[in-house]
């Protein structure tokens, strides 16, 4: 049998499995950037806000 490493928390995933660990992280970065943007002169700002 083969196990892929997470390379992040280490724990063993079958073939072709993405470890959880990752997918909130990028679930969390995905929301951030949802969130905020670049402005032109390279300052983070928060995107307004549709509440
Ligand atoms: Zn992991």
Redesign the pocket.
């Known amino acids: 049998m083969y196990y892929n490493e997470?390379p992040?928390?280490g724990?063993n995933l079958d073939p072709g499995e993405r470890?959880e660990?990752?997918d909130e992280k990028e679930k969390k970065k995905r929301k951030f950037e949802d969130l905020l943007t670049i402005s032109s002169d390279e300052q983070i700002v928060l995107k307004e806000a549709v509440v």
């Open positions: 997470c992040f928390c724990c470890c660990c990752r």
